[in-house]
Every structure is written in C-alpha cells, then in structure tokens.
C-alpha cells in the first residue's frame, strides 16, 4: 500500500484511491479476476465489497500501476461513531483464488465528525 491512514469527513461519498504494492512495487491487475475490500469499523461492523457487484463500489482506476477506488455508495458508510475503519484488499487470479493486500496489517480511515 502506497497509504495506510487516510482521513476523511463524516458522511463523505468522496472516493477514496488506494494503490497496490509488493514489496514497494506496483501490484500489475491487468490479468486479475476482479478485486475486493474487506473493512469492519471500531464495533466490528463489516463492510464488503467486490468491483463485481451489481453496481460496483471498488473500480480498476489503473491495472497497471495498482491502482483501485472505492467509491462510498451512501453517506451512511463514514461516521465518526465507527472510526476508525480498518481494511484490505483481496486481489483474485481467478474466481476464487485470492491474496490480500496488505499481508501484514490492515490500512485506515479515520472519520472526523461533520459539524
């Protein structure tokens, strides 16, 4: 991960940009299956989501340089009484062989409280 701590505003829909690394070098998406996000906020709710949903909230933004965006699907995803989120990412080779990214520790967003 390129960036493990982001901050955002409560109630943004905002995207967030994340970059895939290994070993500090882009992760090349071109021949992956599709991508994933893991995230549970601070009272162990959890968030999935998988760029082969319907109407999808992760996107490739760049295959080649690692490059993902989740975009939240509604202004209830970020409130400050679940901060901080913590997550990562499942890549899949195939329809149901994954890696996670990170391996070692999760990345996350801290929400500020909207006044």
């Not at 960036?3 to 970059?19: K, M």
């Not at 295959?63 to 901060?83: D, Y």
């Amino acid at each position: 991960m390129s960036q493990d701590t982001f901050t955002l505003r409560e109630a943004s829909t905002d995207p967030v940009d994340f970059q895939l690394l290994a070993d500090d070098v882009d992760i090349d998406l071109t021949s992956c299956h599709h991508v994933e996000m893991e995230m549970k906020d601070k009272r162990g709710n959890r968030y999935s989501y998988s760029s082969l949903d319907t109407s999808p909230a992760i996107s490739i933004t760049s295959e080649t340089e690692g490059k993902v965006r989740f975009s939240p699907p509604t202004e209830l995803i970020f409130l400050a009484t679940g901060s901080p989120y913590k997550g990562y990412w499942k890549v899949y080779s195939t329809a149901i062989v994954h890696y996670s990214v990170p391996e070692d520790r999760e990345w996350t967003i801290r929400v500020r409280e909207e006044f």
